[in-house]
């Protein structure tokens, strides 16, 4: 019979922290320390300095009793007599319990009085009941208690105790002592493992050989009070690393939570631990580095929903700035810390990447695991194998894809335990929506074990999506900040209210007095709708253009009063040098004019260093008006008090009901603001379309797998071939059915089947080189394997556009016959994208300058691409041209100029405008470029014969992704570090990335111009993560070669 259940702790509410206070002394008993012992448990570490036996110093801290006040010493001699007077007991049979002695509970073991938490509560039983346990309650019982009993224990008296444990446990030991005993070993373990402690003393170094009858003869002799003192002398006297105590006990306390939640999360119980699931730190990081004191209920509600304890798929919406993103990292760090398990998050944009690699960072310096960016020409393929730490793999929707592809190839998908989506409507947006789709198909298809999270503030038809992803869902209309819609008509504000028969009702006139010359220049009535919030709070007016985002900034700031220039004015005197530093002595002139009254315009016609400034400039205060294209309101976080929108217009088409949501959803700034209005402009014309606009649901979410053809439905099915996915017809029709496409086919048209358009794009891939086999009309379901070639591998493999794999190929093969390597101008060429080609309008005379700036050798570039001299100069002088010259072959040839240019003179601002463009559409050409070289370097890797690109195109992807000196090279590999900053980090002395992960971020600030707090220990904390990674890859690399083959061969 095993011991009765004496104290149970109480469940604390989920989210919690559990408190853990000593109570005072209670009157009945527990059992045995060792027999108590928390699994997983790391606390007790050394005082930092010894001291002698009569020291009243306490060794371990704030252990400075057991029980109440009483002397440690004197109930231990107590506790001892109580033993021997106990051992003269008459023991019915092993494991029964004495009705006498039922207040100590276990007669045969020596027992110690231990304080009892203030959250445990105490059972007693009456004297004259039955007191009957079954061993399975007891068990469970005991595993409770392991929980609360034993926490404030010292390691001296553990590691005593369990030597008592051995001496009094020979034929007495029942299924639940062996329960608690097996825990007790484990923590105890622990404890000899742990460096901070005595490698010494003398309990440490005692031989285990000795038999039961001397080891009875020794408890004799050698009291426990003196052994204890022993012990703890020993203790004292060790040499100890010259590590913080508080630094000690914190880590214990989290490796120890992390091993608890860990293995309750496994165990799938409602009592998750004190932050759902996670060690208390990560609560502590949330309000250190968030501002995040608790969870909104909703996100409480979200986490503690039963399809996420039993790891189900889940699909959850909430409108913009709900909080979405931290319920999803939460579910995250679970993944990371409790089910040690790889993470991949895919996000649809590079900026909203570098911003979330930034910010997790900090967590993974903290918390132990790895960050690693997969954007633009950034991310290995397969990614490296950890052995120790996990990784949290970022990506935008393409190199997510790539991942996923190299993960299943190398037979590591089971290893990836979790995909996060964010903006999940993004499956019914062209190309990138056919690729995310592609992506999660592979992951349900292929590895049973991996969750799927996807959010979105968008969605509509949730069901076809729910099928696809088998997934369950959750949503809540949940704003912490109220928002206000409201439409402007003339002169007239109208609410937007949908139960009214029209949707709109009237709210009030605006008060603003007009000129008849300003009536002309604001017919729409901005600068009275701006100068309603501006300066004191934020306002973005999202217009159709780049142009017209340009021409709104400076009319406001034209016909604004000169007191507008009086706020904040120094940091925005400061603002404009910092970006004359960063134009190289220019600044735009449209900027150097908005400003000085705190506006400025955002789109994609900015470099990503003047985008970065302005968006810093705008979340400090500095500005408060930004005119922008629709592309921030999917980008990166910038709310504002009031959102304003210029007209019902995205470029030339009207306005959908996603894109509207999104834009307005940036009204209302949490914490900052008791409201978010957003005020639609719009014309007589146009008021029928509004109404419609405003009482539509949104849009539903289709597949795009046949509108993308070949970067859809024919990459799709190369890659099933090539990783092995569906190597059959029938294999091949039975995966495309679990796809969003499969699940929409009802949709399709009638005159072709699902099954059609299969055969039709295998038999492509089959006529293309990319896969070999037969499919015909008799043998559609027949058992013939396909595979895929060569070239069909490194297409799949270089996440190359199926419609250019094979004139790629063919560009390749001919580079070969006459590489011109005098410069990468040839190489250049052959990394410039197909696809920026078709927006390209040369200037001739520009062309024909750039060209007789080449050398003999680089002219000849020219020739053997297609391009003869006498053709740009006939073109330059306007004269006719008979002989037909591919132009997308001079196109790709004039923007490979201006990659040369960039690579020369690494200033976007001076190329820009040597070649007449803008200088966000240089920015843009350049970070395709480094994407597409990456690609072309891993499709060349994949064929044998192209063995001389892989070192050249190595290269070339590095200098293309950071376009700056070769110094600077190792500080912009930090997430968030562009030129202008890393230019500022080398001129400070941080030239290295030690330099950095080494750096003081107080020091940085003052340092560094223009740096917040908050910046300073992002970079400090990226530069870790980033040497981290490079660390680990190193050892782990030595250790792989020092690894000993098992198959060494032998002599008999």
Partial sequence: MAEPRLAVRRKSCPGSVRKRSRAPVQPSGVCSP??????????????????????????FGDYDSLCGNDSLLAQVDDIEHKYLQDEKLAIKAPGEIIPGNLQTGLPQKKQVNFCIPENTVVLKADKQDAFQVSETDAVDNNQEQTDSILDELPSSQLLYFEEMDELSSASRISPASEGRNK???????KIRSTSSFCHDAEHGNRPNDSSSDSKSDLFKTESLKDHLKSAMTGNAKAQTLQVSKTKQLQEAVLSEEICVARKTIESSSVDIGPFYGLPSKVKDLFRQFRG????????????MLESLQQRRNLIYSLPTSGGKTLVAEIIILQELLCRQKDVLMILPYVAIVQEKVRGLSSFGIELGFLVEEYAGSKGRFPPIKRRIKKSLYIATIEKGHALVNSLIETERIDNLGLIVVDELHMLGEGSRGATLEMTLAKILYASKNTQIIGMSATLNNVGDLQKFLQAEYYTNNFRPVELKEYIKIRDTIYAVDSETENGFTFSRLLNFKYSSNLEKADPDHIIALVTEVIPKYSCLIFCPTKKNCENVASMVCK??????????????????????????????PVLKQTIPFGIAYHHSGLTNDERKIIEEAYSAGVLCLLACTATLAAGVNLPARRVILRAPYVANDFLRKSQYKQMIGRAGR???????????????????????????????????????????????????VGLKIAVTYEEVNNFMCSTLLGVQKQLLSKERSLSEIIKDGLEKLIEKGLLKGRISEKDNHSKCTLTVTPLGKATYKGSIDLAYCNLLYRELKKGLEGLILESNLHLLYLTTPYDTTSNCSPDWMIYLRQFNQLSGAEQKVADIVGVPESFITKKASGQAIRKNVDS?????????????????????????????????????????????ASCVLRFCEELEEFWVYKALLTELTKQLTYCVKTELIPLMEVAGVLEARAKQLYNAGYKTLAHLANADPETLVKMIDHLSRRQAKQIVSSAKMLLSEKAEALQEEVEELLKVPTDIPETY
């Fill in 34 to 59: 060792v027999a108590r012992k928390r699994l997983g448990s790391t606390e007790g570490a050394p005082a930092e300095t010894s001291c002698g036996n009569d020291s009243e110093e306490d060794m």
């Fill in 183 to 189: 825990c007790v070993n484990s923590s105890l373990e």
């Fill in 292 to 303: 995040i004191e608790m969870l909104y209920e909703w996100q409480h509600d979200c986490l």
């Fill in 559 to 588: 016909y604004l009063k000169k007191e507008f220039r009086a706020h904040r004015e120094k940091e925005k005197q400061d603002l404009i040098k910092n970006l004359k530093y960063i134009g190289n002595g220019s600044v735009c």
């Fill in 670 to 720: 949490a914490g900052i603001d008791s409201a978010g209005e957003s005020i639609l402009i719009v014309q007589e014309k146009d008021k029928h379309l509004v109404q419609d606009l405003i009482n539509s649901p949104l849009e539903n979410c289709y597949s795009n797998l046949l509108l993308e053809l070949t970067k859809g439905m024919q990459t799709l099915l190369l890659s099933l």
């Fill in 888 to 932: 997308a072959v001079v196109n790709r040839l004039y923007l490979s100029f201006v990659l040369y240019a960039l690579l020369k003179e690494t200033n976007i601002w001076s190329v820009s405008e040597k070649f007449n463009m803008s200088r966000g559409y240089v920015q843009n050409l350049l970070n395709s470029a480094a994407s597409f």
